[in-house]
């Protein structure tokens, strides 16, 4: 992933916030309705042709991670969490044509001279059955497929270091980095679109152990170790 998304270990960053609440304002639980519903409708399941429904696109967590990354670091770190979330939908919506940028702009002006004007009526029984159910049994990203794992417990792998792509589902803290396997999971795992930078076809992924020295130096406990589970896309042999 790009700096903005994984910090860790760096020095001199602004006190981070501890806030507990997962929803601090109102507007925030909607957006998230909103990005489990187009989840729930993605072209991608099968399920959305029966479902009557004007949403006909393919939406996924790594469509919203796609937009989060894009964004300019300065900005990213100047929007709240769910701020992100709610220009990466909007301008998604924008873009794929289901609304205008002045129709958007025109719907918020008129929010904001009337806070309390209440909102559109809504309700489709299919929709909502079909949300609960996404909610219950989620979209596995396990394949049925064969696939023969390069590496096995107990073997040195290497963290690859690929170019900067779109979206990176790599910690970029990890790059360069030595671990050992510790745990082969079983069957191969896709993800829903090629990302550019190695993962998107059916691969084992790892469960890698690595000492914390190797990544931040002394700044960490002595003897501690963190476990990452990576793609196989992401690892190489020892040079």
């Known amino acids: 992933m790009k700096l903005q998304h994984f910090i860790g270990g760096l020095e001199g960053l602004e006190p981070s916030s501890f806030e507990k609440r997962v929803f601090v304002q109102p507007w925030e ?4 309705g909103i990005h489990v519903a187009m989840m729930a409708l993605s072209n991608h399941l099968e399920v959305n042709q029966t479902v009557p ?4 696109s393919f939406w996924t967590w790594g ?3 796609t937009g989060a990354e894009n964004m300019n670091p300065f900005d990213y770190f100047k929007y709240r969490y769910y701020e992100k ?3 990466g939908i909007s301008g998604f919506f924008v873009d794929s044509g289901y609304v205008s940028k002045d129709e958007l702009d025109a719907k918020t002006a008129a929010y904001l001279e009337k806070l309390d004007a209440p909102l559109p009526e ?4 299919a929709i909502d059955e079909q949300v ?3 909610l219950r049994v989620g979209d596995s990203p396990k394949c049925d497929v064969p696939v023969q794992p390069k590496f096995k417990v107990g073997d040195v792998v290497t963290v690859r270091n ?3 792509a779109d979206h990176c589902k790599l910690p970029g803290y990890l790059r360069t980095k030595q671990g050992v396997v510790e745990e082969v999971y079983e069957g191969a795992y896709n993800y829903y679109f090629p990302t550019g930078d190695g993962v998107g076809d059916p691969m084992p992924i790892y469960n890698v152990k690595f000492d914390s020295h190797s990544i931040w130096s002394n700044f960490t406990e002595p ?3 963190i476990y990452v589970q990576i793609f196989e896309g992401y690892l190489e042999d020892p040079a």
């Open 29 to 32: 639980e909607r957006i998230f």
């Open 53 to 56: 429904t004007n949403f006909k």
């Open 63 to 65: 469509h919203l991670r």
């Open 85 to 87: 979330w709610l220009g």
């Open 122 to 125: 809504g309700g489709e029984p």
């Open 132 to 134: 609960i159910e996404y």
């Open 162 to 164: 690929p170019p900067p």
């Open 223 to 225: 003897s501690t170790a």
